[in-house]
């Protein structure tokens, strides 16, 4: 009987389980239209977990797969960004409506693009002289 046992419990195969796979893939970029080197922090309950550097006239491409809306691209995990221009001037970003800052990486009112094809969306965000102005204005 032992015998019979091993024998059926070395057939049985385990799996894992099945979740659907994405297919629809989000790009996001990030375009430096500045005179100012930028840094992008991306921040969690106040801890940087992730940061970018545009140097003037850079871009970056952010891609993933995700089953959301396309611009919680960029904020998904975090819950506030900080951008610091030229090392120096720095401005909050959250996801809140009502902020100090007229556009925000964390508002989707703020990117230009959408959906380019079946499974595919584009969105930018572009920095430039006018948002370094107003992070000025702030008293950054």
């Given at each position: 009987?032992?015998?019979?046992?091993?024998?059926i419990?070395?057939?049985i195969v385990?799996?894992?389980?099945?979740?659907?796979?994405?297919?629809?893939?989000?790009?996001?970029?990030?375009i430096?239209?500045s005179?100012?080197?930028?840094?992008?922090?991306r921040?969690?309950?106040g801890i940087?977990?992730q940061?970018y550097?545009l140097?003037?006239?850079?871009?970056?491409i952010?891609?993933?797969?995700?089953e959301?809306?396309?611009?919680?691209?960029f904020?998904?995990?975090?819950d506030?960004?900080?951008v610091?221009?030229?090392?120096?001037i720095?401005?909050?970003?959250?996801?809140e409506?009502?902020?100090?800052v007229?556009?925000?990486?964390?508002?989707?009112?703020?990117?230009?693009g959408?959906k380019?094809?079946?499974?595919d969306?584009?969105?930018?965000?572009?920095?430039t002289?006018?948002?370094y102005?107003?992070?000025?204005?702030l008293?950054?």
């Open positions: 009987m032992l015998l019979f046992l091993a024998v419990s070395s057939c385990e799996t894992e389980p099945e979740y659907p796979i994405p297919t629809d893939e989000y790009f996001l970029e990030l430096n239209k005179s100012h080197t930028i840094e992008i922090e921040l969690s309950n940087v977990f940061s550097v140097g003037l006239s850079e871009s970056i952010i891609s993933d797969f995700y959301r809306e396309p611009i919680e691209l904020y998904v995990y975090g506030s960004t900080r610091i221009y030229d090392d120096d720095s401005v909050f970003h959250n996801r409506e009502v902020q100090s007229s556009r925000g990486l964390m508002l989707p009112s703020s990117y230009s959408g380019v094809s079946d499974e969306y584009e969105f930018a965000y572009e920095f002289d006018a948002d102005d107003e992070a000025v204005e008293g950054g």
